[in-house]
């Protein structure tokens, strides 16, 4: 479906989520059909591909899977944040926040829209704070830079909602005046969150915003941004390889492999029963506190070269279920039908939740029937 | 704070290094250096010869210890000896004389191209791939031409073949040195062509470091970031990526200086620049000591308090400078 | 539920990488153009002197061979005592590329061996080299060659390639140690150690490999340096002039006023020559960096998507807009180009 580029709201001063219009119908972040490829030298790589995802107001839609399968490439790129040689080949991603007076698809903007969608509607707290902030400026001047490219509001006024923006997170005011190594891993990471929220942003992408800090911090952290989310209102999209963080942290779960989605459910069906190999695969990957003991298994082998995707699954050298037909699948998200959560859908189209696992040496299974 | 008197301290006793050797190389060197200087100027008066003695650490001076105190007592006070090739003329007094044209020649044109270079840099590390790009390789070629021929060239087709610039000298020749306009302005005049030299042949080299340093610190996490947080490319080119990426470059210049001054020295000898260089050529081919030792010495220290000078600047441009050094 | 490996046997293996164009393939034309201009003068060098039409040193007392410009006898024209310049350049380039090259390698293998050692090494023995290191650094170099090899009686090559040796080791040696510290905290160092290799043999083959383009930056830095100190220091006279290396050509064309007679074949050619060399080295140095550093690599290769420069502040391109972007003769055009077709492939395998 297409729409017509329509311009994004002005930055109202002081306009938050709250007082916005009713909500359009639709999705807040609409992705359709995303294709992003890089151009090297030695061949285009499809590190995204034909990819479909939605996010609602006030959700939390996690993305899980190992690096290179393109979950930062998906997010950067529904952005168009990502750098030469990255190219978007296909797809529209439709945004519809609450402050916006049309929908609007990011692909199609000029860049002077983009930059007033940028931080305003969707912001971004990167995987290491230590890298995405500049070791030059004091933390003060890094969040007034970006309440200023948004909002407009005299000089005191800013400063006093810089301070109160690390009341949020939790941070001594004292630390405006700080520099980005003076601050330890954890304070940082706030300090990033901070900043996401400087202009009351309608999503917010974390990129593995934990994943460089010790277990006891990530738990703050991550109570942290649960509760901010309840108190503002804010959709998420939290990228990461951790599942296990995901199945309590977010409503709705995206597993991704060599560049495309192969299963997408609530979190609790995908913790209950998860239908596809992959993520039966991860989920086997890390012990749960409660529940019987079992043996742990991890994935063996490693993704695909993307340069040459081979036909049909990509998991299928990895995976345990594997047969002839697996080469010849177009990788379509069928719905489970056995699955409590309506919209669960997944890319495997022999494997159903209660499908045993082949007997290592046999080349084929029996099939569920679907 | 601390950090600036570590430096200090480094490089005193790169200044201190310095004066050893070059008070234990002529000691060093098999042959008698003082007969061969009797040979070619017999009509220096006695104590010249005794004062070379000492110098050379020819004859029976007396112990080591007591010569190594003795020269660095003298230097302490400015005190060179006597020149041999223009005798009785101190060689404080020559120094004196060439250092203020040697300092506003090389110190204004290599502050010019720094400024000019680096800013280029900039917009070519900004602009990938765009027109400055295509000029690399022409600029490379200019990098690697000795800054003396190049000066060659550039006297050949703008002062011999046409007379835009004077050919030689730091000033016309019949005017008196003094604070008055004829003869600062016929000075200036004479400055731009050996400038000009400079500024063209080291600017290649500041612009390609610049790009180079600004196309890694675009790379960056953090001016990505300063993207998505949709600042303006003012903002992200300048406070971003710039700010950052001028550490490097200032610590470039600070090991660069060393190679430009001396450089700049041999260019001052084609265009007859009464600065150091040509004060250097002649004490060389007259194997004139003390001055050649006096004019190492003086061009040392200079580069050394220039190497101080942006260490300091340094520090207040990278708040993690003095972090860095506190905590070591 | 635990997965048993399976891995299926009629399937091709997709885990391994396309293979990797060779290094040649990889430069960058800029370093090429390095590689091929720098072999050139190695052959000049190689072969020059065994080809030169004249002896350089032969001067010709006739008072009409002096200052000849360019004719068919001689071709690079002759010097004020008649000798032929085309013979003393072919000459010269060998001494002077020799002279250079010996540096190079001297002062790298001490580079290598300070730098390595003294992060290895660590604490006390590092304080030490790097102090060492800093000092010569900052020192400037030209001055103090000048002053040392101003007290030797005949300054030879020999005496020259020794004192330039003993100053250029410094930068090389900081930039090795720099690595070595990145480089000596990684695990394969440490396993190394755990299983008691002898330090030496660690240095050797375990750290030295990794920093083979560093060195070899530092390597051609060094030349380029060497070349140029020495073709300066001839310039001033501090040289055995009479010797044919290229700066000693340039410091009889100066002292004989060859700019103001006119006689540009008698200082452009060495000088021309010393810049080619110097041009080369460069250019084979930002191959080396770009090999090195992916960054400047992907940078220079990358920033032209679909036939348009990019530049980093620009949002990702998008195809359909870049497509569309070319109407009329433009379109015409750029329909024959095979970024064009590319896009149109692109079109074409849309599902």
Redesign the interface.
């Given at each position: 479906m297409s729409a017509d580029p329509g311009t994004a709201a002005g930055p109202a001063a002081g306009s938050s989520l709250a007082d916005a219009a009713a909500p359009s119908s639709g999705p807040v972040l609409d992705i359709r059909d995303l294709s992003v490829v890089y151009r090297t030298p030695a061949g285009d790589v499809r590190a995204v591909d034909q990819v479909n995802l939605a996010l609602g107001a006030g959700e939390v839609v996690g993305l899980a899977g190992e690096s290179g399968s393109g979950k930062s490439t998906l997010a950067y790129g529904a952005c168009r944040l990502l750098r030469a040689p990255a190219l978007v080949t296909n797809g529209s991603v439709i945004y519809r926040g609450r402050r916006v007076s049309r929908p609007a698809d990011i692909l199609k903007m000029r860049p002077d829209e983009l930059r007033r969608l940028r931080w305003r509607e969707i912001a971004i707290v990167f995987q290491s704070a230590m890298n995405a902030l500049n070791p030059v400026l004091s933390v003060r001047d890094q969040m007034l830079d970006a309440i200023h490219a948004h909002l407009k509001m005299p000089r005191d006024e800013a400063h006093s909602r810089a301070a109160s923006l690390l009341d949020l997170v939790g941070i001594p005011r004292s630390r405006l005046r700080s520099y980005p190594h003076e601050l330890s891993g954890g304070m940082r990471q706030r300090v990033m969150i901070a900043m996401a929220l400087a202009a009351e942003p309608e999503i917010i992408i974390m990129d593995e915003p934990t994943t460089a800090l010790d277990v006891v911090v990530q738990r703050d952290i991550l109570a942290q941004i649960v509760e901010l989310k309840d108190r503002l209102g804010f959709s998420i999209l939290f990228i990461t390889h951790d599942l296990s963080l995901l199945l309590e942290l977010a409503d709705r779960i995206a597993v991704m492999y060599a560049g495309r989605f192969v299963e997408i459910a609530t979190s609790d069906e995908i913790h209950r029963e998860a239908a596809h190999p992959y993520t039966k695969g991860l989920l086997n990957s890390f012990p749960s506190l409660r529940g019987p003991r079992r043996e742990l298994a991890g994935i063996p082998g490693s993704p695909p070269d993307l340069r040459s995707p081979p036909p049909g699954c990509p998991f299928v050298p990895r995976c345990g279920y594997a047969r002839p037909e697996c080469q010849d699948l177009d990788m379509r998200l069928l719905p489970v039908a056995t699955s409590i959560d309506p919209d669960h859908v997944t890319a495997c189209p022999f494997v159903l939740p209660e499908t045993p696992p082949v007997a290592s040496g046999s080349p084929a299974g029996e099939p569920g029937t679907p | 704070m601390s950090f600036i008197i570590r430096r200090l301290v480094?490089?005193v006793?790169?200044a201190w290094?310095?004066l050893t050797?070059?008070f234990f190389?002529?000691r060093l060197?098999p042959?008698n250096?003082v007969e061969?200087i009797m040979a070619k100027f017999p009509n220096l008066q006695p104590a010249a010869y005794r004062a070379l003695e000492a110098l050379l650490g020819v004859g029976n001076p007396g112990s080591i210890w007591h010569q190594y105190w003795a020269y660095l007592a003298d230097v302490s006070h400015l005190d060179f000896g006597t020149s041999v090739s223009e005798y009785p003329a101190q060689v404080s007094t020559l120094l004196g004389e060439a250092l203020p044209w040697t300092i506003i020649l090389v110190g204004t044109a290599t502050v010019i191209a720094f400024l000019v270079g680096t800013a280029l840099g900039i917009a070519a590390g900004?602009?990938?791939?765009?027109g400055l790009d295509r000029v690399?390789?022409g600029l490379?070629?200019l990098?690697?031409?000795?800054y003396?021929?190049f000066a060659?060239?550039l006297?050949?087709l703008f002062a011999?073949k046409v007379h835009v610039f004077p050919i030689a000298q730091g000033y016309s020749q019949g005017l008196i040195p003094g604070w008055h306009w004829d003869f600062i302005s016929s000075a200036i005049y004479h400055s731009l062509l050996p400038a000009l030299t400079i500024v063209l042949t080291s600017i290649a080299g500041w612009m390609l470091q610049m790009r180079?340093v600004m196309?890694?610190t675009?790379?960056?996490?953090?001016?990505?970031?300063?993207?998505?947080?949709?600042?303006?490319?003012r903002?992200?080119?300048f406070?971003?990526a710039a700010?950052?990426a001028i550490l490097p470059q200032l610590q470039g210049f600070g090991?660069a200086?060393?190679?430009v001054?001396?450089?700049a020295?041999?260019m001052e000898?084609?265009f007859s620049y009464p600065g150091i260089g040509l004060l250097?050529?002649n004490a060389?081919?007259s194997?004139d000591?003390p001055l050649?030792?006096a004019?190492?010495l003086v061009?040392?220290f200079a580069?050394?308090l220039a190497?101080l000078i942006v260490d300091i600047v340094i520090v207040f441009?990278?708040?993690?400078a003095r972090?860095r050094e506190a905590t070591r | 539920m635990t997965i048993a490996p399976a891995i299926g046997t009629e399937l091709t293996a997709v885990t391994q990488e396309a293979p990797q164009p060779g290094w040649w393939r990889r430069l960058p034309a800029k370093a090429k153009v390095g590689v091929v201009l720098f072999c050139l003068f190695v052959l000049t060098a190689i072969i020059g002197p065994l080809v030169t039409p004249y002896d350089p040193s032969y001067q010709n007392p006739s008072p009409g061979a002096s200052m000849n410009a360019p004719s068919a006898a001689h071709l690079l024209g002759t010097t004020q005592s008649g000798q032929d310049v085309l013979s003393q350049l072919l000459v010269g380039i060998r001494l002077t590329l020799e002279l250079g090259l010996i540096v190079g390698v001297v002062a790298t293998a001490l580079a290598v061996i300070v730098g390595v050692t003294g992060a290895f090494l660590g604490g006390f023995w590092d304080e030490l080299l790097s102090l060492v290191t800093n000092v010569f650094l900052v020192i400037p170099a030209l001055p103090l060659l000048i002053v040392v090899l101003g007290y030797f009686p005949n300054k030879g090559e020999a005496p020259t390639i020794a004192v330039l040796a003993l100053l250029l080791w410094p930068w090389g040696a900081r930039v090795m140690r720099a690595q070595t510290l990145a480089i000596r905290n990684r695990d394969f160092v440490a396993a190394s150690r755990e299983t008691g290799e002898r330090t030496w043999r660690i240095i050797a083959f375990e750290i030295v490999p990794n920093e083979v383009s560093l060195i070899a930056a530092s390597f051609v830095n060094t030349v380029l340096y060497a070349i140029g100190a020495s073709v300066a220091l001839a310039f001033i006279g501090v040289a055995d002039l009479n010797s044919w290396s290229l700066g000693t050509m340039l410091y009889w064309a100066q002292s004989q006023q060859a700019l103001q007679l006119g006689a540009w074949w008698w200082f452009v050619p060495p000088g021309l020559a010393v810049a080619l060399i110097g041009t080369a080295l460069v250019l084979l140095n930002t191959g080396i960096d770009e090999l090195g550093n992916p960054r400047l690599r992907d940078a220079s290769s990358a920033s032209r998507i679909a036939g348009r420069w990019l530049r980093p502040a620009d949002p990702t391109p998008v195809l359909s807009e870049i497509s569309q972007r070319r109407h009329g003769f433009a379109g015409f055009l750029h329909s024959f180009s095979r970024s064009s077709l590319l896009d149109q492939a692109e079109a074409g395998e849309r599902r």
């Open positions: - | 480094f490089y006793v790169a290094v310095a050797i070059n190389i002529p060197v042959g250096a061969s900004w602009r990938h791939g765009g690399l390789p490379m070629f990098q690697a031409i000795p003396f021929f060659l060239i006297l050949e011999v180079n196309i890694t675009i790379g960056e996490d953090y001016v990505v970031a300063a993207q998505a947080k949709g600042l303006s490319n903002r992200v080119v406070t971003y700010r950052n090991l200086i060393g190679f001054v001396s450089g020295l041999v000898i084609v250097l050529i060389v081919t194997n000591y050649t030792q004019i190492f061009v040392t580069v050394l190497n441009v990278d708040p993690r972090a | -």
